[in-house]
């Protein structure tokens, strides 16, 4: 199965839901957070990072619960992210 590239957008919203999590966990330990949330803390470190940009649904449900957030609250933030700009020399 090949996977097709993700776009500019695709990765922001997984820079911006990384930050949000981020942000979310506060001073609670990666370790903690992740145990939680039944995934390893490698997993939410590249979650937070933006380097899974796309992390499965029930990953997110789960540090969702875990960190207090709503499903409905992390989709409208995400959502309102939009195309980063482009370079000038990028064509359309």
Known sequence: MVRTPLTPLERERGRFLGALLRKARGERSMTEVAAGAGISAETLRKIETGRAPTP????????????????????ERCAAVTAPERDEGEAA
């Open 56 to 75: 499965a649904f029930f990953t997110i449900a789960a540090l969702a619960a875990t960190l207090g957030l709503t499903l409905g609250e992390i989709a």
